[in-house]
C-alpha cells in the first residue's frame, strides 16, 4: 500500500556542490559532527605527535612510578597519570595514536582493497573464477585468525608492515563476500542491463553502476572493521607478538596497565577510552554516511539541515 | 440515513513528514451497504487506500494521525473502540485481500494450513477449520483442492494466490471484505474470473463488499456505486452508469479521457522494408520451452505491439533480440547481419540503434545517478554522437523534448513521479537516436491520466522521429489506438498476428477473442454485452 506520504517526494532548491552540501548536512547533525570532529583530532595526534612528544613521552622519571591524574603539581604531562615506569599517561597516547591508527587503517585499507576487488571479479564474472576465489576465501575463513596471526608473527619478525599484512589477510573474506553477495543483486537490477542495453563495456558497469551500490555498506563494515582490528592488535601485543616495546600502540598500553589493575586503574583505562571514543565516532559516522551517500535517503538529512535547529534523524 | 453496514463520516488522516504535514484524507464521507460492492476510485496518492486502513486499524500512528471524523461499524465507531475490540472485528467480520497474494501468504507453511490457522485463532476446533478451508477452496475454484491444501503458496499461479487470499478472508464469514487493488497484478483474463468469483461471493454471502481501484475498467464491470477520489477529497459520487454517461466533476472527466481504446485505429502505413526480421527464435530453459519458434518482421517506422499474458514468452522476445539473454536457436536479422552471432564488442555498437524502455523507471534507473549523467552515459560509450561540449544544450533539448525542464537536470530520480521517470528512461532512449526502440510493459504501471501522457509522447516522437517501436503490452485497448500491427502471443507462440483493424475487428483465434473480451473497458454498457459474451463462450 502506497501512503501519500510517498507520494509528495521534495523538490528541493538548486544544489549546492558536492562537498559543501556534505558539510552542512554534517554540521546539522551534532552527533556525527562531534564524532568527526574526534576522529579530526586522533588524525592530527597520529600525524604530528610522535614528532613533538616522542622525547615528553618516552621520558622515565621512577619517581612518579602510576602517579595518579589530575595532579596538576607534575606539570600538564601528568594530567592523565604516569604509567609503570613513570612516564606520562597523555604524550603516550598521543604518541601511540600514529603506530595504532597505522596498523588499524592500514589492515582496514588492504583488506578492503583486495577483497573489495575479489569481490567484485567473483560476483561479475562468476563461473569458476568466481569458485576459485569463493573457495580460497572459505580456507582463510576455516583457519582461527588469531593462530595465523600467531605462527606468521612467530616465524617472521614482529615488524609493523608484518602486523598489517597479518591483519590484513584475515580479514579479506569479510569484503570479498559481502561485496560478491552484493554484485550478485545489483547487477541483476534493471539499470544494470539499461546500461549494458546502452552497449557500456564491463568496466563501466562495474565502476559506474555497481559500485556507488555497493560502497555504502563496504565503508559501513570498514569503519566496524577499524575497530575490530585495533582490537586484535591489542590482543596480539599482548601475547607480546605485536608490537615491540619501545614502540608503543593503545592496545599495548592496556595490556601493560593490565597487572595494575586493583591499584593504578588509570594505566589501562585512559587508552582504553581511546579505544572507545575512536571506534564509537567511527560507527556513529559511518551509520550517518551510510544515509548521506545514499540519494534516496539524503533528504532526510538535507530537510534537518535547512531547518533551523532542526532534530536529528537517526 | 442510519442501517449502513459501514459508514465513514468526515474522516481526515495526515502524515507527519519531513516535509511537513500531508494530508492524506480531507473531511471524506462513504457508507457501504450489506450486498453493495463500493469502489473507490483515484490514482496513486489521491487517498484512496487510506480510509480502508482507517477501517482496519493499519495507519501506523506516527507518523499518521486522525485528526477527526468517526467510522460507524454495527452502531460502534470503531476509531473510539479499544485496540482489543477491533481486533476481534478485524479478520472475523472486517476482512481484507490485498494487490500481492504472495507477499501475504506464508512462503514456509502449506496453504491449507493457513486458511484453516485464521478459523483456529479465532477459536474454531482443528477439524472443522480444515473442513471449512476445504471448503472454501474447493468454492474459489481451486482444482483438486484436497490435494491443493498440502502445497505452498509458490506452487500456485498469481490468479490462484489470489484466490487463495480470498478464501482465507471469507473463512469467518465476514460482513465486510476490502479488496484494495485486488487485481492490478494479474492478466486480464485471469482479472475478469476473480472479479466474477467476488461478485458470485457477495451475492452468496450477502455481504458488503468496498473495492480500491485505480482502473476504470473494475469499475464498470464490478462496482454497484464508486466513489471518485482526487488528493484526498472525494470528487464525485454515482453509479459507474452515471459516471461514465454524465459525469460531473472535470477529474472524473479527465479520468475518462484518458482511458485507453478510444481513438481512432491507425491505418497500415505503405509497407516499408522490414529493417528486423526475426526468424525461428526459441528459447528454451532446461526442459522448458519459453519460446517455441517466432518469426516476425518489423519494418521501418512501423508500431509493432505483442501481446498476450504473463508467461506468453512476450518479454522473452525483447529479452533475445537485444541480446540480454542469448537464444537457443533462430536468428534475428538487423539490416541484414545476424545479431545472435554478433560478439560482444560487435554488439556493443550495434545497440545504439536499439533501445529499451523498460515496465518499471523506478528500477531501470540508476538512483545514484543524476538526470543529465543518465541521458548522456550514452554518448560517453558511443562517442560519435554528440560532441562532449554539447551535452549540456542536447540533454537541455532533450528533456523538453519529452516535456520535463532543462533545470530538471541536476535532480536524481527519485525527485520525480512515476510518469515523470518514465519520461527521463524514454529521454535515455533518445539519446542514442535509436531506429528502434523496444518498449517492454513500458506504461503498465503509470496511472491512467499518465499512462496517456506518456503514450501520446510516444506516439509524437513516433511521428516526428520515424522510430519503429515494438510495443510489448498485456492491455488490448491501449494497444488499439497505437499500434500498426499486433502479435498475440500464447504459452511461446505466435498464435495470430496481423493489423490493429483485424485483430480487433476480427480476430481468428479463440485466444485473441478471449484477450478481447476480457479486456476491461470503461464503459460499463460495453460490459454487460462482453460479459455476456464471454459467458455464452464458457458454455460453448
Not at chain 2, 500512528?61 to 472485528?89: N, Q, W
Request: charged fraction near 20%.
Amino acid at each position: 500500500m502506497s501512503t501519500p506520504a510517498t507520494a509528495t517526494v521534495p523538490m528541493d532548491s538548486p544544489p549546492r556542490t558536492g562537498t559543501l552540501r556534505i558539510l552542512s548536512m554534517l554540521w546539522a547533525d551534532k552527533l556525527p559532527f562531534a564524532a568527526a570532529l574526534f576522529l579530526l583530532v586522533i588524525v592530527a595526534c597520529a600525524t604530528f605527535g610522535p614528532w613533538l612528544l616522542f622525547e615528553v613521552a618516552d621520558d622515565t622519571n621512577l619517581r612518579l612510578r602510576n602517579a595518579p591524574p589530575f595532579n596538576m603539581e607534575q606539570g600538564f604531562a601528568y594530567i592523565l597519570g604516569g604509567d609503570a615506569l613513570g612516564r606520562p599517561l597523555l604524550p603516550r597516547i598521543v604518541v601511540a595514536a600514529q603506530n595504532t591508527m597505522m596498523i588499524a587503517g592500514g589492515a582496514v585499507l588492504a583488506s578492503f582493497l583486495i577483497g573489495g576487488t575479489l569481490g567484485l571479479i567473483a560476483g561479475y564474472v562468476g563461473r569458476w573464477t568466481g569458485e576459485v576465489i569463493m573457495r580460497l576465501a572459505d580456507v582463510i575463513m576455516s583457519f582461527p585468525s588469531l593462530l595465523l596471526a600467531v605462527i606468521v608473527l612467530y616465524m617472521l619478525d614482529a615488524s609493523i608492515t608484518n602486523l598489517i599484512l597479518v591483519l590484513a589477510i584475515t580479514r579479506i573474506p569479510i569484503y570479498l563476500r559481502t561485496t560478491r553477495a552484493k554484485v550478485l543483486e545489483v547487477r541483476e537490477r534493471m539499470f544494470v542491463q539499461a546500461a549494458t542495453m546502452m552497449g557500456a563495456s564491463h568496466l563501466r558497469i562495474v565502476v559506474r553502476h555497481i559500485l556507488p551500490v555497493i560502497l555504502p555498506t563496504l565503508l559501513t563494515i570498514a569503519t566496524l572493521d577499524f575497530a575490530f582490528v585495533m582490537l586484535a592488535e591489542s590482543a596480539l601485543s599482548f601475547l607480546g607478538i605485536g608490537i615491540q616495546a619501545p614502540e608503543i600502540t593503545w592496545g599495548l598500553m592496556v595490556s601493560q596497565g593490565r597487572q595494575y589493575l586493583t591499584n593504578a586503574w588509570w594505566l589501562a583505562f585512559w587508552p582504553g577510552l581511546a579505544i572507545i571514543l575512536t571506534t564509537m565516532s567511527l560507527n556513529l559516522l559511518s551509520s550517518w554516511m551510510r544515509v548521506a551517500l545514499n540519494p534516496t535517503q539524503r533528504w532526510r538529512l538535507e530537510t534537518s539541515a535547512t531547518s533551523k535547529g532542526g532534530k536529528s534523524n537517526g | 440515513m442510519a442501517d449502513h453496514l459501514l459508514e465513514v463520516r468526515n474522516l481526515s488522516v495526515r502524515f507527519h513528514t519531513a516535509q511537513g504535514v500531508v494530508n492524506a484524507v480531507n473531511g471524506i464521507s462513504w457508507h457501504l451497504d450489506k450486498g453493495e460492492t463500493l469502489a473507490i476510485l483515484g490514482e496513486s496518492g489521491s487517498g484512496k487506500s487510506v480510509s480502508a486502513s482507517a477501517i482496519m486499524n493499519l495507519i501506523d500512528m506516527p507518523p499518521g494521525e486522525i485528526t477527526c471524523g468517526e467510522i460507524l461499524f454495527d452502531g460502534i465507531d470503531l476509531l473510539k473502540a479499544s485496540v482489543e475490540d477491533r481486533r476481534r472485528l478485524n479478520g472475523k467480520r472486517i476482512a481484507m485481500i490485498f494487490q500481492h497474494p504472495l507477499s501475504h501468504l506464508n512462503p514456509v507453511y502449506p496453504v491449507g494450513w493457513q486458511i484453516a490457522e485464521t478459523a483456529m485463532a479465532h477459536g474454531r476446533g482443528k477439524a472443522e477449520a480444515y473442513d471449512r478451508a476445504l471448503a472454501l477452496m474447493e468454492r474459489v475454484g481451486i482444482p483438486n483442492a484436497r490435494a491443493a491444501m498440502a502445497k505452498y503458496p509458490h506452487q500456485f499461479s498469481g490468479g490462484q494466490r489470489q484466490r487463495l487470499m480470498i478464501a482465507m478472508a471469507l473463512v469467518l464469514k465476514p460482513e465486510i471484505l476490502i479488496a484494495d487493488e485486488p487485481t492490478t497484478a494479474l492478466d486480464v483474463t485471469v482479472q475478469a474470473e476473480v472479479l466474477s468469483l467476488l461478485e458470485e461471493l457477495k451475492a452468496e454471502t450477502g455481504m458488503g463488499l468496498l473495492m480500491i481501484t485505480h482502473d476504470l475498467g473494475v469499475v464498470a464491470e464490478a462496482a454497484d456505486r464508486a466513489v471518485v477520489m482526487e488528493r484526498g477529497r472525494i470528487v464525485e459520487t454515482g453509479t459507474p452508469h452515471e459516471l461514465y454517461y454524465n459525469p460531473q466533476h472535470p477529474y472524473t472527466r479527465k479520468l475518462l479521457a484518458a482511458a485507453p481504446g478510444k481513438g481512432e485505429m491507425r491505418s497500415t502505413p505503405a509497407a516499408a522494408a522490414p529493417i528486423l526480421r526475426v526468424q525461428d527464435l526459441r528459447k528454451s530453459y532446461g526442459g522448458f520451452q519459453a519460446l517455441k519458434g517466432a518469426t516476425f518482421d518489423l519494418h521501418a517506422g512501423e508500431t509493432l505491439a505483442v501481446v498476450g499474458e504473463s508467461g506468453s514468452g512476450k518479454s522473452t522476445i525483447a529479452r533475445l533480440i537485444l541480446r540480454l539473454e542469448e537464444a537457443t536457436a533462430g536468428c534475428v536479422l538487423w539490416q541484414g547481419d545476424d545479431l545472435l552471432t554478433k560478439s560482444p564488442r560487435q554488439m556493443a555498437r550495434v545497440r545504439r540503434q536499439l533501445q529499451m524502455v523498460f515496465q518499471d523507471p523506478t528500477q531501470s534507473l540508476n538512483p545514484h545517478m543524476s538526470v543529465f549523467q543518465i541521458i548522456s552515459e550514452g554518448w560517453a560509450i558511443h562517442r560519435d554522437i554528440v560532441p562532449k561540449v554539447q551535452w549540456k544544450a542536447r540533454v537541455a533539448e532533450l528533456l523538453q523534448q519529452v516535456g520535463l525542464e532543462p533545470g530538471h537536470a541536476l535532480r536524481v530520480p527519485h525527485q520525480f513521479s512515476g510518469g515523470q521517470r518514465q519520461r527521463i528512461a524514454i529521454a535515455r532512449a533518445l539519446a542514442l537516436e535509436p531506429e528502434v526502440i523496444i518498449c517492454d510493459e513500458a506504461v503498465s504501471a503509470l496511472d491512467v491520466a499518465i499512462q496517456k501522457q506518456v503514450i501520446d509522447l510516444l506516439g509524437e516522437l513516433r511521428n516526428r522521429l520515424g522510430i519503429a517501436f515494438i510495443f510489448i503490452a498485456h492491455d488490448l485497448p491501449l494497444v488499439g489506438d497505437f499500434a500498426d500491427r499486433v502479435l498475440v502471443m500464447q504459452a511461446g507462440e505466435i498464435v495470430e498476428q496481423g493489423t490493429v483493424r483485424q485483430i480487433f475487428d476480427a480476430p481468428q483465434q479463440a485466444y485473441t477473442q478471449r484477450l478481447l473480451f476480457a479486456g476491461l473497458d470503461a464503459d460499463p454498457d460495453i460490459h454487460a454485452t462482453r460479459r455476456s459474451a464471454r459467458l455464452a463462450m464458457a458454455r460453448g
